[in-house]
């Protein structure tokens, strides 16, 4: 199977450097400057699950992009989604399946779309991971999960089947799903819920509860299951549990990665992860939580843009 993998960041650069750590025949699509960081040193994964480093690992540039390849790994951000659409456009073919990595559903939208929906793949990956600044992928927990699966849940044409096989033997968990679309659910409330309520109080989890405000927590956690149950994707009671306990962990200091994001003065995704949620929800009903957060949120990108543009004129 030929296997392009869109980005040489964090997460494509993880599962696609474990794929091309045995034997896999995988190319990274990146930009002309990761390329040459790439030749000169290599992909370099640092974890807790082995070391690999990868001399010269094979890549491509959108100029360079001819032929169609059998799967697309996709795991950008989703406000550069379309840009990254655009790039990987000549490597679809008739039989090419594409997998994005993505949090929320606004992607599945875009690239069904843009390339039709049979093509497209449900995806999600459980993991943290970040390059460091020689460019190294750091393996930051202890799970590296990759979930996939058709979103109809059925595997007629036998590509789910065939997909995990690449993984089969890597240094990565490969799952496939029957129920891929609401797993994919799942982790979005959970997404969301999180990433809302440490952007919100600006503090990781175990700061909110020491400050006696986890019940926030646990109502924002109401509201997006209930957006969830009302798309037909009711939160499973084990998974709801899950989240639960994380928010109201003593001491945690877990903060969603959007919250690093803004603390660092970076582009976020809070259209995708907490608008978009939004616009499914119920019209008749109220989410008062998930509006202040997105508020929130928009208003540090607003922020952003204004001082983007002062330091530009200036």
Not at 201 to 223: H, S, T
Not at 286 to 312: F, K, M
Request: hydrophobic share 45%.
């Amino acid at each position: 199977m030929r296997i392009l993998v869109v980005g040489a960041g964090a997460i494509g650069g993880y599962f696609g450097g474990r794929l091309l750590e045995f034997g896999r025949d995988v190319t990274f699509l990146v930009r002309p400057r990761r390329g040459a960081e790439l030749a000169m040193k290599g992909l370099v994964i640092r974890s807790r699950f082995g070391d690999a480093t990868l001399p010269a690992p094979p890549t491509v540039t959108a100029a360079e992009l001819r032929e169609p390849f059998d799967l697309i790994l996709l795991s950008c951000k989703a406000y550069d989604l379309v840009a990254a659409a655009e790039s990987f456009a000549p490597a679809v073919g008739a039989n090419t399946a594409i997998l994005p990595l993505l949090n929320g559903m606004g992607h599945l939208d875009l690239l069904a779309a843009r390339f039709g929906g049979g093509r497209v793949l449900g995806g999600l990956c459980i993991i943290s991971v970040t390059l460091d600044g020689e460019g190294r992928i750091l393996h930051l927990n202890d799970s590296h999960v990759v979930s996939f699966g058709e979103r109809d849940g059925r595997d007629g044409s036998g590509r789910v089947e065939a997909i995990a096989a690449e993984f089969e033997g890597t240094h990565c968990e490969a799952r496939r799903s029957n129920n891929i679309m609401q797993e994919m659910w799942e982790k979005w409330v959970l997404i969301a819920t999180t990433a809302g309520i440490n952007c919100l109080m600006r503090a990781p989890i175990g700061d909110i509860v020491a400050a006696g405000a986890d019940n926030l927590g646990l109502a924002l956690l109401d509201e997006c299951c209930a957006i969830a149950a009302w798309q037909g994707y009711e939160v499973a009671e084990s998974a709801r549990q899950r989240i639960h306990s994380l928010l109201t962990g003593p001491g945690s200091m877990f903060a969603a990665s959007m919250l690093r994001d803004i603390e660092r003065g970076a582009p976020i995704e809070a259209n995708h992860i907490i608008g978009d949620l939004l616009r499914r929800g119920e019209a008749e009903r109220v989410y008062p939580l998930l509006r202040i957060a997105e508020a929130h949120l928009n208003t540090y990108q607003a922020r952003r843009i204004r001082e983007q543009s002062t330091s530009q004129a200036a």
